[in-house]
Structures are given as structure tokens and as C-alpha cells.
């Protein structure tokens, strides 16, 4: 069954990092490391800090979510599938997208 939703809000997360000064560091372009030692020592020395979150209005969006179900019988034995598909679209500023979320189960099954 379609469903129509309407969305007005959203929450965004922020995170800094160090990448600009390990840019600056001359084994960011050494050619004489191995890959792994490469992979060690960016890794390593990498930081990640979350800048905090804000919630804020958007435009008003419309949401598309759908439901389907499918089964079939032939004698004992019945197979069957249920799917879900969710569209959510954003908007901010000069911000925007959408995101595409979904899935499917399965069943195969006798009757005894």
C-alpha cells in the first residue's frame, strides 16, 4: 500500500579532521613505503572529532514509501516475498538529495 509522508525536518551531523595537515607531511606522497606501512602511519595519526549536530526546518518534501506481498501456492508447498521501498528527499539551503532505502524477504515453504 503507498504512503505518502511529510517531512519538514532534519538533523545533520558534523566531523573535522586532520587530513589537511597529514597532506602536509612528506610520507603523505613517499613512493619509497609498502602500502601497509603507507596504511600504519596514516591510520594511525588520522583524528576524527565530532563538531556536534543541528537540527533545523527544510523545505516541505513529500516521502514515498510502498509496501508489496507476493505469495504462491501450488499444492503442499508455498513461496512468498515481501518488499519495502522508502524515498526521502531533503532540502537546506544549497543543500539537497534524496536517499533510496530498501529491502526484501524471502519464504519457501511445505505445509504439513
Known amino acids: 500500500m503507498p504512503m505518502l509522508t511529510l517531512v519538514n525536518r532534519i538533523q545533520a551531523y558534523g566531523y573535522g579532521t586532520n587530513v589537511e595537515q597529514l597532506m602536509q607531511d612528506p610520507r603523505f606522497l613517499d613512493e619509497d613505503i609498502t602500502n601497509d606501512e603507507w596504511d600504519q602511519w596514516f591510520y594511525g595519526n588520522l583524528r ?65
Not at 543541528?54 to 501450488?74: P, Q
Not at 524515498?87 to 529491502?103: E, I, T
Open 48 to 112: 576524527i572529532a565530532p563538531m556536534g549536530d543541528k537540527t533545523f526546518n527544510s523545505g516541505m518534501t513529500i516521502n514515498f514509501d510502498a509496501r508489496l506481498s507476493v505469495t504462491y501456492n501450488f499444492g503442499r508447498y508455498f513461496a512468498g516475498a515481501y518488499g519495502q521501498f522508502s524515498n526521502m528527499r531533503y532540502r537546506h539551503n544549497s543543500s539537497h538529495g534524496y536517499l533510496n532505502d530498501w529491502y526484501v524477504n524471502t519464504s519457501l515453504g511445505i505445509r504439513l
